[in-house]
């Protein structure tokens, strides 16, 4: 049990404390909370935003997610991405801090630099990289033409789209290249020295040291990584709408077509929490691996 203040000036510092919380706390409670409780109940619902009450279905929703196409398709489509996207992604960004931590004239800049495209919002980023795709004037297909490369239509091909939302996706891993940074920086020194005394070099350093004591960062990178990516919608939706041919009909962008433009309220709801659901689950089996290849220094030390 929580013990009660027992001097009037503790009751008021208390009290003083409560009335700064309650402003978060009202705001979680009618913009998080609620909504949550509200989407979870709507689930089980036919709602479809008129004035009329829910009418309840129990688990037909989520019975008929599994006989719907489109479920199926976005599903396949954020799988991919996410396969496609994640390693690749991981590399370059672990890579470009290995860059950036070298001690160089002027690296401080170049680290702004990659940092600055994971800043840009994301209808900035939809917007130029619409150009950059272009298949008459983009800068890309401008570039592919000085090696005889015929022009691709990026953003009309569904043989393509993907790759380019791949490429787009590597273009932000400055957000990634940052917290390897400070976790290469916060690897101690004398773990280096003691493995170039024992004859290690510089692979085998990398792998003995960097990597393990690294990995808590990589697997940190890779869980928000993870999820960040199975909630991709704002460059889908802003640049191909889902297209071509749903090619890029990524989850979240089905669950804002059946919750706006069909206005099946409950339907989304249901996809939403299935969303949820998948990502826990995968969260889970990655941190259930964890142990398998995370090192955390002093844990030894503390088994023994």
């Known amino acids: 049990m929580i013990a009660l203040p027992k001097t009037p000036r503790a009751r008021r510092e208390a009290l003083e404390g409560y009335i700064f919380l309650l ?34 279905i129990g688990f037909a929703n ?35 801090a290995l ?14 630099i990659y940092y600055l495209p994971s800043v840009i ?5 939809a917007v130029l990289w619409g150009f950059v795709f272009h298949k008459e004037f983009g800068i890309l297909n401008s570039v592919l033409e000085w090696f005889g490369v015929t022009p691709i239509s990026w953003l009309f091909n569904s043989r393509w789209v993907m790759v380019a939302f791949i490429i787009m996706g590597l273009w932000g891993v400055g957000d990634g290249m940052i917290i390897y940074l400070a976790g290469l920086q916060g690897i101690p020194t004398e773990l280096y020295e003691a493995a170039s005394i024992d004859g290690a070099r510089r692979m085998r350093r990398f792998w003995n040291v960097t990597i393990p004591m690294m ?11 993870l999820i960040k990516t199975f909630q991709i919608f704002t460059t889908a939706y802003i640049m191909t709408r889902g297209g071509p041919n749903y090619a890029t009909y990524f989850f979240s962008v089905n669950i804002y077509n059946t919750t706006f433009v069909s206005l099946r309220f409950g339907y989304a709801s ?6 949820f659901v998948l990502i826990f689950l995968l969260t889970l089996l990655l941190f259930r691996s964890a142990k398998f290849w995370v090192f955390y220094a002093g844990e030894k030390e503390e088994a023994a």
């Open 270 to 275: 249901a996809l939403a929490w299935l969303l």
């Open 99 to 112: 860059l950036m931590n070298q001690r160089v004239k002027g690296v401080s800049i170049f680290r702004t």
């Open 23 to 56: 402003p978060w706390l009202l705001g979680f409670l009618l913009f998080t909370a609620g909504p949550l409780l509200a989407s979870f109940y709507l689930g089980f619902t036919s709602y479809r935003g008129d004035r009329s009450w829910p009418d309840w």
């Open 62 to 96: 989520f019975t008929k997610l599994f006989q719907d196409e489109l479920f199926w398709q976005s599903l396949k489509v954020t799988v991919i991405y996410a396969v496609g996207f994640l390693p690749p992604g991981m590399a370059l960004g672990f890579s470009i």
């Open 121 to 125: 919002t994301g209808v900035a980023v």
């Open 215 to 225: 990995s808590p960062t990589l697997f940190f990178v890779l869980v928000t990584a």
